[in-house]
């Protein structure tokens, strides 16, 4: 949540001419992949140490949990997840522990933080938009809404196609 607030407060400095928004995307774009690399990593590195831990029986629980839910949507999670704002935080984790390759992680991932920064940063700048030129600022979300389904589209395609060659 803290990331949505930021995100949507520099947006809304975008709207307002203090910050460019090419440059604050690719900001917010590279620290929301940094957060997720982070969890991922602790996740992948100290899955044993983790499940092994003081509460040990109850985190083999919640790593049976992760593996099921894991199961359940695949590595789509990593996407999905981003942008479910009760679940993200924990993605990244579960993803490392169950195992996730990190060129899977990463395909996933990159698209997906590209895209929730775009969304979080467009919302604050339509929003302090719509006070300052109404016009503009709905060509610029429809624009923003056009690339986003693109590159939803895009990503979903490339996991599907690599999910399918898995199976093959």
């Given at each position: 949540m803290p990331g949505i607030v930021l995100a949507t407060t520099v947006?809304?400095?975008v709207a307002k001419g203090y910050l460019a928004f090419g440059?604050?995307?690719l900001c917010?774009?590279?620290?929301?992949?940094?957060?997720d690399s982070i969890?991922?990593?602790?996740?992948?590195?100290?899955?044993d140490e983790w499940i092994r831990g003081?509460?040990?029986?109850r985190r083999r629980r919640g790593h049976e949990r992760a593996l099921r839910l894991q199961a359940r949507f695949g590595s789509r999670l990593v996407f999905i997840g981003r942008f479910f704002w009760l679940i993200h935080p924990a993605v990244p984790l579960v993803s490392g522990i169950a195992g996730v390759?990190?060129?899977?992680?990463y395909l996933l991932d990159v698209p997906a933080v590209a895209l929730w920064s775009l969304l979080y940063l467009g919302i604050g700048d339509?929003?302090?938009?719509m006070w300052l030129d109404r016009e503009l600022r709905i060509l610029e979300t429809l624009?923003?809404?056009?690339?986003?389904?693109?590159?939803?589209?895009?990503?979903?395609r490339i996991e599907r196609d690599r999910h399918g060659s898995d199976q093959a």
């Open positions: 947006g809304a400095l440059p604050a995307w917010m774009a590279l620290g929301a992949l940094a957060g969890g991922y990593l602790l996740g992948r590195l100290g899955h003081p509460a040990g029986s390759p990190a060129s899977r992680f339509l929003g302090m938009g624009g923003i809404a056009i690339v986003i389904a693109g590159l939803l589209l895009i990503s979903f």
